[in-house]
């Protein structure tokens, strides 16, 4: 499966982006989904993630509440829109999917095989 991310961009603080992550060469419809962050010298920090049918969601403690994450698996798409955006959201948003693990290492970027590329998210204070 190749993932492209897109929608990110130079924002406000306080602002709002809509991201999304496109699949192809496999339907995502039988997998969960995942977004992690990560700012230049930092570690990939989970964000988000939704289960195979979007009836579960789990998000990072830092976005909770601003962030909300959602899928389209007609469109073999999912969504990550963020509200109330901070300076510290800069980094750069990956999603990514085939988690190797259950619902409780959804957190953990090392149990999740395949990534897109990322998109950049810039927040000016």
């Known amino acids: 499966v190749q993932l492209q991310a897109s929608g990110g961009g130079l924002v406000q603080a306080g602002g709002s982006l809509r991201l999304s992550c496109a699949a192809s060469?496999?339907?995502?419809?039988?997998?969960?989904m995942g977004w992690f962050r990560q700012a230049p010298g930092k570690e990939r920090e989970f964000v988000a993630a939704?289960?195979?049918?979007?009836?579960?969601?789990y998000y990072g403690d830092s976005v909770k509440g601003r962030f909300t994450v959602s899928r389209d698996n007609a469109r073999n798409t999912v969504y990550l829109q963020m509200n109330s955006l901070k300076a510290e959201d800069t980094a750069r948003y990956y999603c990514?999917?085939?988690?190797?693990?259950?619902?409780?290492?959804?957190?953990?970027?090392?149990?999740?095989?395949?990534w897109g590329q990322g998109t950049l998210v810039t927040v000016s204070s």
């Open positions: 060469g496999r339907s995502i419809r039988f997998t969960d």
């Open positions: 990514a999917t085939d988690n190797a693990g259950m619902r409780s290492t959804w957190s953990r970027p090392d149990f999740w095989r395949s």
């Open positions: 939704i289960s195979l049918n979007g009836v579960t969601t």
